[in-house]
Nanobody, 115 residues
Framework: QVQLVESGGGLVQAGGSLRLSCAAS????????MGWYRQAPGKQRELVAH???????NYADSVKGRFTISRDNAKNTVSLQMNSLKPEDTAVYFC?????????WGQGTQVTVSS
């Protein structure tokens, strides 16, 4: 069974920074994609960024140049450094692990950016 545990959310002023971390445990195939999604109230969950096990990254246009995703394959962790945060970045952020067509999710961590 795969478990994902997130940490690092919180409240920050616009222009500030936060770093989210996620640790995966359990039976994990080494070739996988880890990423972050977010869901704001009344909106659908959307991709923020993901990174493959060979370190190929993909970002939503709205966060390019502000957010950086990274991972440690030895520790099965993924992190999201968020800079220049905007009020529209406010959402619950979910860690995701994907392999063999299966999606695993963390419980979510709240990020709130005040104007």
């Amino acid at each position: 069974q795969v478990q994902l545990v997130e940490s690092g959310g919180g409240l920050v002023q616009a222009g500030g920074s936060l770093r989210l971390s996620c640790a995966a445990s359990g039976a994990i195939f080494k070739i996988n994609t880890m990423g972050w999604y977010r869901q704001a109230p009344g909106k659908q969950r959307e991709l923020v960024a993901h990174i493959t096990s060979d370190f190929t990254t993909n970002y939503a246009d709205s966060v390019k140049g502000r957010f950086t995703i990274s991972r440690d394959n030895a520790k099965n962790t993924v992190s999201l450094q968020m800079n220049s945060l905007k009020p529209e970045d406010t959402a619950v952020y979910f860690c995701n692990l994907r392999y063999w067509g299966h999606d695993y999710w963390g419980q979510g961590t709240q990020v709130t950016v005040s104007s």
